[in-house]
């Protein structure tokens, strides 16, 4: 039961000869989601060793050339492997004018169905659910409209501790009320405590993603106690005044936001290109959330499963 | 007085970790041309360490993908860099569609003028010339209009024997006159040749892209006696019915141009992911043309100068 996150690209707008535009890949129990798509993703997927196939949900958060190039490479590759299967993209609905471009100019024989899902502006919205995760997304504060991403486990059901199947000879309708938290009345009359009877389950996992975005407070409420967090640090706290201006954050005020969140982890990329000490990004957020880690190219960061 | 090619990207239109689509440049006397521009020649220009602002010409072979899908990201590069001089674009007329979509949906704040130059279509045509050297452009054979450049330094004059000057007591007319290739009447009334004055000057220098395209023998009238020849080969001759019916060569028939075309040396590329071994489209092509070698990522090829 798998909750890793794969780094592909954490380079701001300047690319460098090691480090790729903005692209990651969130693997949730073997389902792969890929969030956001900067010039050279597919190759980054290729030395990831991530089956492109498997990947068929891509959330942009915002249409920035560094955070969506690499999609017109991405979707020619997927049609010429044979692709049948739906795509679904999530993003601002003028995502969906820049895939009509790429299929009318690029791809007229574009043989699988690419659905743009919009995202409303300005609100926290559930934009995909299956049977083990949710994904919202929300609003973040850019020069342009921008959302981040929650991806959240479903709730597990508490676990049956066996042995008690045959102590109290319980039929299935009084197991499925014991996990779902009903406590037990005996055949002797007795009042048995459902936490009793059962193991607690594993805690719902998440990952959020927040770039690009200036210092915005109002997330933390929307990814609070999240167990990684992404988030952008394109300046250290000297040029503040260059981050609120560009719509982007420093490594001081990401690492406050980890806090005020209560996050677990908290990874910081899109660096500025004018840094030649990534570790000056990473002292400056550490003294604030020690638990702050790089987000570089192929590093692979899990979530472990941890019982309530 | 250099004359280097150096390929940033060898691929056909699947990349892989290692290989990126299309894209080379080549270094005539410090001038920079940018061939096709594949997605992540950015990232390519980088590790070859050749300086973006030394570029100024970019040479599109045809609108598919894998040969242009890099300029978005190269261009947004040049913006945020600062970029004021004017950039030429050299391509299908439907170029201009490209970069239209570019500017309004991702560069509105472009502040350098990008200037597309459309190429007509079966025609041989020069087009660009400076000082040093000329560039032709010529037709391909491909599933859509597709276009060749010839690189070819400009004829050089005769370099004088210095010890003449004295010899004949020349003049500056006279100088002009023999490394022009005129005889010297001296004072005596000998008549003394040119050649005898004189130093053979360095051979013209030249460099042909031919990709993408299906065998087409008419070429090797453009690009005779070329130096350096990189000729697409995505098949194996075995494969011959599948390169006809896309549009592209074998290795052997990349080779049978070569031979047919005079050509110095050959350059293969653009390989069908299908192949596991180069070492195989290598060995056909060598069979046929001995000198030829694999056009790979970051390789650099120089044109040495010969005296005629």
Redo the contacts between chains.
């Keep these: 039961m798998t909750f890793e996150l794969t780094v592909l690209g954490s380079s701001s707008?300047?690319?460098?000869?090691t480090k790729?535009?903005s692209a990651q890949v969130l693997n949730v129990h073997e389902r792969f989601f890929l969030i956001d798509c900067g010039?050279?993703t597919?190759?980054q997927l290729?030395?990831a060793k991530i089956k492109f196939g498997r990947i068929d949900h891509i959330f942009i958060s915002h249409?920035?050339?560094?955070h969506v190039?690499?999609l017109?490479?991405l979707l020619?590759?997927y049609n010429?492997?044979g692709r049948k299967k739906k795509l679904h993209l999530y993003g601002h609905s003028?995502l969906n004018?820049?895939i009509d471009?790429y299929i009318t100019?690029?791809?007229q024989d574009n043989a699988f169905s690419i659905e743009v899902h919009p995202l409303l502006e300005r609100k926290y919205q559930k934009v995909y659910e299956d049977k083990v995760v949710e994904i919202f997304a929300f609003p973040l504060k850019h020069r342009v409209p921008t959302f981040g991403f929650l991806f959240m486990e479903k709730p597990r059901k508490l676990n049956l501790k066996k042995e008690n199947i045959e102590k109290y000879g319980l039929n299935l309708n009084q197991i499925l009320e014991i996990i779902n938290g009903k406590d037990l009345v005996a055949s002797s009359g007795e009042i048995i405590p459902f936490s009793e009877l059962t193991i607690a389950p594993y805690k719902r996992r998440s990952f959020a993603y927040c770039s690009d975005t200036a210092v915005y407070n109002k997330i933390t409420v929307y990814i609070e106690k999240v167990d990684l967090l992404y988030h952008e640090a394109t300046f250290l706290e000297a040029d503040k005044n260059l981050a609120k201006i560009t719509g982007h954050s420093t490594a001081l005020q990401a690492a406050k936001i980890a806090l005020k969140a209560n996050a677990g982890k908290l990874l910081i990329g899109h660096f500025s290109s004018r840094y030649k000490l990534k570790e000056d990004m990473l002292d400056e957020a550490r003294q604030v959330f020690p638990e702050t880690y790089e987000a570089e190219e192929l590093k692979v960061f899990k979530v472990p499963l941890v019982r309530k």
């Design positions: 707008a300047l690319p460098t000869s790729f535009p010039e050279g597919q190759m290729r030395k249409l920035h050339g560094d190039f690499g017109f490479g020619s590759t010429l492997l003028q004018i820049i471009f100019h690029f791809a």
